[in-house]
């Protein structure tokens, strides 16, 4: 008998599926609002020219191989990569109680993080996350064995945050639990705690003692500038909590394939820092050995030079900036349609994401009729639309909705 033939067929990746369906389509008008990659104006990958810049510059050192990278990464990258979320002049850094580990993107942040907690965690946490969330939390968390349950987030009526919902479930969850935290420019739902709501949900996860864990996938992306988007993170460190913080570089650098992420973790003391760091790359070494080098190295770069950060600030402004036009661009168009329904949230949320409201069955009639490909959620990506599709979307919402 063959072991295989019990294996049963999976389901598609949800996100990757509707891709295909849209490659599929030979439709002119289709729009893909589904994936999460940012595209320039003629809906092509972009690539940011500071990292066209860095490309060059590596290609021409003579001194770059192909060897082994450290277990942890190169430490020019991890710590450039934290103090880009921390902030160069975090006391953390000045008391030595910050580690990273290079990772496999922000997913592969996410996971050698959860494998940590699963290790040393208190047996037996859960992981809280935001209802919805991005839609491999849950998984990442299940395969190393802890359990997830959600708190509130997203209020349909409203359709901004549920922070009185979010508060209670913090509140009600079992001591010591994991919370995890999107930084900035929250997905699905393009929906950010304000300063002030930041501070409150900071003062439970104290009360009851919870483990902070911060997903950043967006810096930059969100606000345009890098200091804005990593204000809650900052925020929690300032305030005396030890935390995780996820970083990707794909969005930020358009280094998508290249995998290039970091997990910066602080803690209280400078000995527990370095007994952290002992572990993760024990951990590290199991999993990869040692990480990818390519990505990692144009954000080295780019990090540790002056002028070429600076292109990179330029390059964020022109991306967060397009999907800002856009966002504005849908809005006024809808308005313009009076299309029924309020449409505030268009150009209220942040982020490469919107959730519009629309419902799954609407979604299916954009897909079937409209050629439009967007998650059942409702989820769109601004960076799918163009001055030159906005308009046929916005006219395709407007009947649907009627
Ligand atoms: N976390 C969130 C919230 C995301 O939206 C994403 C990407 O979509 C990631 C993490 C990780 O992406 P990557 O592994 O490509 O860096």
Known sequence: VSFFQQIPQAAPDAIFH?????????????????????????????????????????FHNQNLDHEYQPIAGQKTYTKASSKLILGEDSPAFQQNRVVAIQTISGTGANHT????????????????LSKPTWANHKAIFNNVGI??????????????????????????????????????????TGVDPTREQWQRIADVVQKKKHFPFFDCAYQGFAS??????????????ERGFELFVCQSFAKNFGLYGERAGNLTVVTR?????????????????????????????????????????????????????????MRKRLFEKLQQL???????????????FSFTGLSPAQVKVLKEQYHIYMTDNGRISMAGLSSK??????????????
């Open 338 to 352: 009076q299309t029924p329904g309020t449409w505030n949230h268009i150009v209220d949320q942040i982020g490469m």
């Open 269 to 325: 003391t400078a000995e527990q820092a370095q007994h952290v760091l002992s572990q993760l790359e024990i951990l590290q070494r199991s999993e990869i050995s040692n990480p990818p080098a390519y990505g990692s190295r144009i954000v080295d770069l780019v990090l540790n030079d002056k002028q070429l950060y600076a292109e990179w600030n330029d390059n964020l402004g022109t991306m967060s900036g397009r999907i800002i036009e």
């Open 18 to 58: 509707l891709t295909a369906q849209y490659q599929a389509d030979t439709d002119p008008r289709k729009v893909n609002v589904g994936v999460g990659a940012y595209r320039d104006d003629n809906l092509k990958p972009y690539i940011l020219p500071v990292v066209k810049k860095a490309d060059s510059i590596l």
């Open 147 to 188: 359990q997830v349950a959600e708190y509130p987030y997203w209020n349909p009526s409203t359709r901004g945050l549920d922070l009185e919902g979010m508060l209670a479930a913090l509140e009600d969850a079992p001591e010591e639990s994991i919370v995890l935290l999107h930084a900035c420019a929250h997905n699905p």
């Open 113 to 128: 993080a959860a494998a940590f907690l699963a290790k040393f965690h208190k047996k037996g946490a859960i992981c809280l």
């Open 224 to 237: 345009g500038n890098l200091d804005q988007d990593a204000w809650a993170v900052r925020y929690f460190v």
């Open 389 to 402: 599709n906005v308009d046929y979307f916005a006219e395709s919402i407007d009947k649907v909705v009627r």
